[in-house]
Every structure is written in C-alpha cells, then in structure tokens.
C-alpha cells in the first residue's frame, strides 16, 4: 500500500504559477514511474504529465506542453509539477498517482491520491 498526499493547490489569476508537490512516503518510492492527473467540473479525469522512475524521461499532454514541468526526488520520496503560465482551463482538482506511463495509460491497481484543488480565475 502507498499513501500519496497531495499539497500546493490554490487560488491564482491567469498567467501565474503554482508548484504541486506529492508525498508518498516509503522506501518503495523510486520503483514507481508517477504521474499527474486531472479533473474538471462535469468532465473525465485527463492525464497531465508522467515521469520515469529516476526521473530522466518526462512525458506531458499537449495541452500543458512547454507550461508544466514534472520532476522528481526519490531522496525525498515525492513528485512535483511546476504550473506556469496557468490559463483559466487548467482549472481543476489534480492527483498524483503511481505505475503511470508515457502515454497517459497506468497499470491496474495502482495507487492515488485525493487530489488537490487547482483555480485559476481570468
């Protein structure tokens, strides 16, 4: 079992930045390729970005393509996704979760968080 706790979210306008971070403490936590989702009122959960297990490959929607950036530190156990540039779509609760890959897809039975809320007013 893996306990994740996301933190960070909060209110911003348009055009500032947040800074995610995921806790998921335990010596396991390097083992995992992680990543973020999110989602919005009245719409399906989307996959935001992925990163490998030491943390060298990066993946990411289109949508956040050149204004998100996810990392990582296994010393400390956690992931992180650095949101610039937010736009008023970004909008919405984010999880992190384990066991995800490049393209968004995530192995049965993983593990996720409860999510952290994302808004961003124009």
């Known amino acids: 079992q893996v306990q994740l706790v996301e933190s960070g979210g909060g209110l911003v306008q348009a055009g500032g930045s947040l800074r995610l971070s995921c806790a998921a403490p335990?010596?396991?936590?390097?083992?995992?390729?992680m990543g973020w989702f999110r989602q919005a009122p009245g719409k399906e959960r989307e996959f935001v970005a992925a990163?490998?297990?030491?943390?060298?490959?990066?993946y990411y929607a289109d949508s956040v393509k050149g204004r998100f950036t996810i990392s990582r530190d296994n010393a400390k156990s956690s992931v992180y996704l650095q949101m610039n540039s937010l736009k008023p779509e970004d909008t919405a609760v984010y999880y992190c979760a384990t066991d995800v890959l490049g393209d968004g897809s995530y192995l049965r039975n993983n593990f996720w968080g409860r999510g952290t809320q994302v808004t961003v007013s124009s």
């Open positions: 990163i490998s297990r030491n943390g060298g490959s990066t």
């Open positions: 335990g010596r396991t936590f390097s083992s995992y390729t």
